[in-house]
């Protein structure tokens, strides 16, 4: 079954009711995860799908169950057992390994798919992207979204200064609403590359590059809820911003093992 048949999933990942599901309380949780699981589909809708799928730092499931939902063969990869509790709860029937990335408990050539959204930057890239080659099947897909540590942002502070920027960004929050002790700021990994050494890494490390895609564009944390957050997102897609993966915040990878 293919993940366009799911559209009532993912409305049900996306609506304010899901707040299960970690960062789908907030309006920028819930633009992030749209970005996300859009592009995921746009490889895994083929045919046939493929049968198995690892999902790396599956945290509490909110992917996972969009994928199990789909008809597809999942196992979760997370080092928090307090995560893959609530991941276990919602997505019953998925096998869930307790794990640090980037080594990977599996034998060689053993998924079709290996996904990992908003977990590379906590680890180094080229162990990741070459235990991820390990573990794919020929001519397997990694789909993963990195960090960029040059994007726009970084553009902007080399532009004006840290002080500048850094005010900028406390009136963003203020006018974000964002609620500091219901959502305490986490950090967002240290192993962070700009998104040309992203591609170049996943390159030399054995991979076709398929596509990429720049998101994460709109000047919000993450704990926003802001009902700033959809109207601006519309703006980032009507510009078309996700063609500009150089400058873009995040960026989201699509690459096949390629040959020996």
């Known amino acids: 079954m293919h993940l366009t048949h799911t559209s009532s999933a993912q409305a049900r990942f996306s609506s304010q009711d899901d707040v299960r599901f970690g960062r789908a309380e907030t309006a920028m949780g819930r633009y992030l995860f749209q970005h996300e699981i859009a592009f995921i589909r746009r490889f895994l809708d083929a045919a046939p799908p493929p049968r198995r799928l690892l999902e790396i730092g599956c945290g509490q499931g909110q992917i996972t169950r969009a994928l199990q939902e789909a008809g597809l063969q999942v196992v979760g990869l997370d080092i928090d057992p307090a995560a893959l509790a609530v991941c276990q709860r919602y997505a019953r029937t998925t096998p869930l390994i307790r794990a640090q990335a980037p080594d990977l408990p599996f034998a060689d050539d053993r998924f079709d798919v290996v996904i ?78 700009s998104c040309r050494e992203v591609l170049q890494a996943t390159a030399e490390c054995g991979f076709d590059l398929q596509a990429v895609s720049g998101y994460n564009w709109i000047p919000f944390d993450v704990r926003s809820d802001s009902a700033l957050v959809r109207p601006a997102a519309r703006v980032e897609q009507m510009l078309r911003l996700d063609r500009y993966s150089r400058l873009s915040p995040w960026c989201l990878v699509a690459a096949r093992k390629s040959e020996p």
């Open 116 to 193: 990992a959204i908003e977990c590379v930057g906590f680890f180094a890239h080229e162990p990741f992207l070459r235990e991820s080659r390990r573990v794919l099947s020929q001519g397997g897909l990694l789909i993963f979204d990195s960090v960029n540590s040059q994007s726009y942002r970084w553009v902007l502070r080399r532009l004006f200064g840290p002080s500048l920027t850094r005010a900028l960004k406390r009136l963003l929050d203020r006018v974000a609403g964002i609620d500091l002790a219901r959502h305490p700021k986490t950090s967002g990994g240290e192993y962070q590359l």
